[in-house]
């Protein structure tokens, strides 16, 4: 039981290093993609706290959803943010799966690349539309008579640049439409519905964005055309941005191209070769006929229509 323990986990480490050594060599091609995604969601974070100067506290919007969904209360509003954790730890890992699980079929750096980009897109979008129009919270913190619900304006420089972190973050209003957090479920998603394997998790990944659509509702973090948006602007955003980008690398492939040749298929290509030197073949598989040497002149079957009767003139 220890030698296959040891043997395995030898396994594992080799796998390890191999991967590692593949993916600091496709970060250092495209560190600057992935530097710039970064940077943005600093940006995109700068301006959601930028936006909360400008919010104005009023009575909530008439919503369809705020009618259909029972509200949880604020107490239970972490309810939200669990869902969204998991769905965010859970994508997190499966993009690193290829470190450990010899089933792989993408290129850690090289998804998220394309995930960043996605992100981007649609965080630009997000960023147009709530400094477009500013609609009151529906959140607790946003409501008329929070003390959140408006800032004062800012001592220095600083204390926008780092955005009050963390509770600037978590205490945000104004940046309404459309959910920031289904932006990264809905990519998410997205990214695994093409590049997963398993049916059951891609169901299951939808279905958790239907639960979080409606959670994000029913604690009243967004009001419901935030939501609505963000299902059709993040998947229009994904779709046309998809085709744009180079195509993953098929792994398979790749990795047969670096295996050495076994004995029996040095044999049997050494056969083929050694064949189409001696019948004067292409390297075409259609061109493989077999030739026949008729005074000096190798000719194929098809035209080597009775030479006796070529040589006498008929």
Known sequence: MSFYIGREASKLWKRICA??????????????????????????????????????PAPTLQDVGFFLLRELGQDKAYISETLFSLIFLSFVLWTFHPFIFKSRKIYTV????????????????????????????????????????????????????????????????????????????????????????????????????????LLIVASRKHYTVDVVVAWYTVNLVVFFIDKKLPELPDRSIAAATLLPLSIKDKDGRTKEENHKLLNGNSGDPLDWRQRTQVNGKIMEDGNTLHADSAMNGV
């Open 19 to 56: 991967e590692t050594t593949t993916e600091i060599n496709l970060l250092a091609e495209n560190w600057k993609y992935l530097l710039a995604g970064l940077v943005f969601q600093y940006i995109h974070g700068l301006a959601a706290r930028g936006v909360h100067y400008l919010h104005k």
């Open 110 to 213: 090289v998804i998220w690349c394309r995930v960043f980009a996605f992100l981007v897109a649609s965080q630009v979008l997000r960023i147009i539309t709530f400094y477009s129009t500013q609609l009151p919270g529906p959140n607790y913190h946003c409501r008329e008579g929070s003390n959140l619900a408006t800032l004062p304006h800012p001592d220095s420089v600083f204390e926008v640049l780092f955005l009050n972190f963390p509770r600037g973050v978590v205490y945000g209003c104004g940046d309404l439409i459309f959910s920031s957090h289904m932006i990264f479920t809905l990519v998410f998603v997205l990214t695994y519905q093409k590049y997963g394997t398993r049916r059951s998790i891609k169901q299951l990944g939808w279905l958790l964005a239907v639960v979080q659509s």
